[in-house]
Nanobody, 124 residues
Framework: QLQLVESGGGLVQPGGSLRLSCAASGFSLDHYTIGWFRQAPGKEREGVSF????????NYADFVKGRFTISRDNAKNTVYLQMNSLKPEDTAVYFC?????????????????WGQGTQVTVSS
């Protein structure tokens, strides 16, 4: 079974940091583009970042540039999202998703396999 499992969410104060993990089972993540998405109550799911299946290229939404970093550890078959300088507006359920290695977009549509999400709450 192809499976993605997110972990690392929790409650953090504004300005704090969290590292989210996306662990893959049943496939090698280095053959897929992996994206991070988030969804807050009453809002559409939005793209946060992706890391491509070829060349290790990355991209970030404007609202996280300079604060979030996406990376991967192929030996652990895991993709990470390091989140620094967190703001209350970052509060959401965060999902990872996998799609074709040719994907180069943060739009959710082209991604085929989705995790169940992990809650991130930024509050004082």
């Amino acid at each position: 079974q192809l499976q993605l499992v997110e972990s690392g969410g929790g409650l953090v104060q504004p300005g704090g940091s969290l590292r989210l993990s996306c662990a893959a089972s049943g496939f090698s993540l280095d053959h897929y583009t992996i994206g991070w998405f988030r969804q807050a109550p009453g809002k559409e799911r939005e793209g946060v970042s992706f890391i491509s299946g070829s060349g290790g290229n990355t991209n970030y939404a404007d609202f996280v540039k300079g604060r979030f970093t996406i990376s991967r550890d192929n030996a652990k078959n895991t993709v990470y999202l390091q989140m620094n300088s967190l703001k209350p507006e970052d509060t959401a359920v965060y999902f990872c998703a996998a799609g074709s290695s040719t994907i180069s977009t943060m739009a959710p549509g082209p991604y085929f396999y989705w995790g169940q999400g992990t809650q991130v709450t930024v509050s004082s």
